[in-house]
């Protein structure tokens, strides 16, 4: 298959087996050396189920010739940055930059409650991380990116909104693609052949702002934080009782809200903790999972006991539409 080729021939076999993505992955090798031969390629990592697909067929591919750049700022899911360093550093023994720029962004972020100014801020901040570690390297010519091919079929053949999309023109990288003609169920079928983990390769769907969407109005650290540790108890629920594999996307949402509530025996205020569970084909329309009562109370206890600030736990039943799958 043509790493240069945006339109996905009609004969190309859907992948779904073992067998399918490992011919694919033997072709990808092969094409990436073509491509790149001795140069450099820089990724930008952020351990969504595309990137980490394309690090480890680059890695499989080039070894250390690939330039792995994994920016956290501050708005991942509890433990996914650690789960990046783990696998890639670790593991796959990768060429892993790790920018920890939490303070960079939440101190751009302080005071700011519009949605869109916060994607905005979010988005470009990004890009200055990403362009000054660019800078930093010497000899890239390449830059890797987790397209797949519905960012092509939405976007005419270029991926407008991808994070790295807004890099100076000074800074001229030659694209490597290798997942560019797949949908999403594929790229999962080639990642759980190349060894990676199902809890990257099955991990839903996250905007790229991550938690800074769902932490609603203007962030603080502590309702954040609280949104951070709440979330983690819902995914660990929903794992242990088999709704991750029947549910499309679950997550919490905490609003720039208060309301009294008690503990020991004293009132206190505290923010409500809003529980999304949505099933989709193609997030178009969405329709809401129904949560047996006995889990939702036992998410509510844990959240609302182990939760530092969060005394309520409300379920979101809006499909989509009316509704949108995220708040903001």
């Not at 073509?34 to 930008?44: E, P, S, W, Y």
């Not at 006995?294 to 979101?316: A, C, K, P, Q």
Request: aromatic share 6%; hydrophobic share 40%; with cysteine.
């Amino acid at each position: 298959m043509n790493l240069n080729s945006n339109v996905r021939p009609e004969e190309m076999a859907r992948i779904t087996t073992k067998e399918l993505a490992d011919k694919f992955i033997d072709e990808q090798v092969a094409e990436i050396k073509k491509q790149v031969g001795n140069g450099k390629v820089l990724l930008a990592l952020s351990g969504g189920v595309d990137s980490s697909v394309v690090a480890a067929l680059l890695i499989k591919a080039i070894g250390k010739q690939l330039v792995c750049v994994h920016v956290n700022h501050g708005l991942m899911r509890k433990g996914e940055s650690e789960k990046v360093i783990e696998v890639f550093g670790k593991q796959l023994d990768a060429n892993l930059i790790y920018i920890d720029a939490t303070d960079r962004y939440l101190d751009k972020l302080a005071g700011v409650s519009d949605p869109e100014t916060k994607r905005k801020i979010i988005g470009s901040e990004f890009i200055r991380i990403f362009e000054e570690e660019a800078r930093k390297l010497e000899g890239v010519d390449f830059l890797a990116q987790g397209t797949i091919y519905p960012d092509i079929l939405e976007s005419d053949g270029v991926k407008a909104h991808h994070n790295v999309g807004g890099l100076p023109d000074d800074l001229k990288f030659e694209l490597v693609e290798p997942v560019k003609l797949l949908f999403k169920d594929e790229v999962r079928v080639v990642g759980k052949a190349l060894g990676l983990p199902s809890e990257m390769v099955d991990r839903q769907p996250f905007p790229g702002p991550g938690l800074g969407v769902r932490c609603l109005g203007a962030i603080t650290r502590d309702r954040l934080h609280a949104l951070r540790e709440a979330d983690a108890i819902l995914r660990e629920e929903f794992d242990k009782n088999g709704l991750n594999g029947k549910v499309w996307q679950y997550f919490i949402t905490v609003p720039d809200m208060k309301s009294v509530g008690v503990r020991n025996n004293a009132r206190y205020e505290g923010w409500p903790a809003i529980i999304r569970a949505v099933n989709t084909t193609d997030a178009m329309s969405a329709t809401i999972e129904e949560i047996p009562y006995s889990l939702l109370h036992h998410i509510t206890n844990r959240i609302t006991s182990e939760v530092e600030g969060i005394n309520r736990v409300l379920y979101d039943l809006t499909p989509k539409p009316v509704g949108t799958i995220e708040w903001e």
